[in-house]
């Protein structure tokens, strides 16, 4: 089985694999008690920084992220220019408190107007006039989402609830993302004259609590896993160490859902 850190487990629930309570709330018969189905959904914390520029910059001049603008035709020509980057202008990786042993933020700036991924979001980035500041918090704590049937027919869409920052550890998580928005912050503040306005999450949110509520409010993740993790049935693992669902001959699921925990920062 392999569809990934909803459809994986949203899959053995269908086939009678979960929480007996939850699969007879929806008329499905449990074929396999395994209460650790669904549960663990988690990700690691990303939020932007977005600054408007007092000018459009000139290395995105004529840009139009076309095949007919000339970076493509410089990419096409010669396998050089914007087109050949992965656009990232600046990064830097560190650690939010002294005392970790990994670096646990990635923080990268993009010339480009980002706010995380909604419908639409990819014309917004078309602009030339911005810089955005990506932060990635890694080894996030959050362990409390789940994946959740809302009904036994395979076209419904499941229910999904990540209760972000709300497991132990919650509270240093939006510490973490807090001290790297004022980090890029002090960056930013070296090229001051070159920027007309921070429009995310905004000067006036000065104050940690204000930084808190807007990271609380704003935080996204595209990284998703944990739904079907490897570990001891009886601590709430669905998996061996060899991917097989426990109990269930013949059965492996092989995608981000076997992680117990997301490694790094990305799944990758």
Known sequence: LSSGAIGS?????????????????????????????????????????????????GAMRGGKYSPH??????WKWFGRGNYASNGVLFSLAMRSRPELQETDLHCFAL??????????????????DY?????????????????????????TPPEIRFRSFSDAGGDADLDA???????VRRVADSFAELIAEEEEPGRQRSSDD?????????????????????????Q?????????????????VVDASVMPTLPSGNTN
Not at 133 to 154: E, H, Q
Not at 236 to 250: E, F, K, S, W
Request: net charge positive; aromatic share 8%; glycine share 12%.
């Open 131 to 155: 810089l955005s500041w990506v932060i990635l918090k890694a080894y996030a704590s959050n362990r409390a989402g789940t994946v959740r049937l809302r009904g036994a027919d395979p076209k």
């Open 9 to 57: 487990p949203r899959l053995l629930m269908l086939s009678g694999i979960g929480d007996p309570a939850h699969l007879a709330s929806h008329g499905i018969d449990a074929l396999h008690d395994l209460p650790g189905v669904g549960t663990n959904l988690q990700d690691r914390y990303e939020v932007g920084v977005v600054n408007r520029m007092q000018q459009p910059w």
């Open 177 to 183: 993302v807090v001290h790297a928005i004022r980090t």
């Open 210 to 234: 204000a930084l808190r509520d807007y990271v609380r409010a704003n935080a996204w993740g595209h990284h998703a896993c944990g739904t079907a993790a490897m570990g001891p049935r009886d």
């Open 236 to 252: 709430g693992g669905v998996l061996d160490g060899r991917l097989r669902v426990h109990g269930v001959t013949g059965l492996r």
């Open 69 to 74: 603008d000339r970076h493509y035709r410089i």
């Open 111 to 128: 010339l480009a107007d980002f706010r995380g991924y909604y419908r639409g979001y990819s014309e917004r980035i078309r602009r030339g």
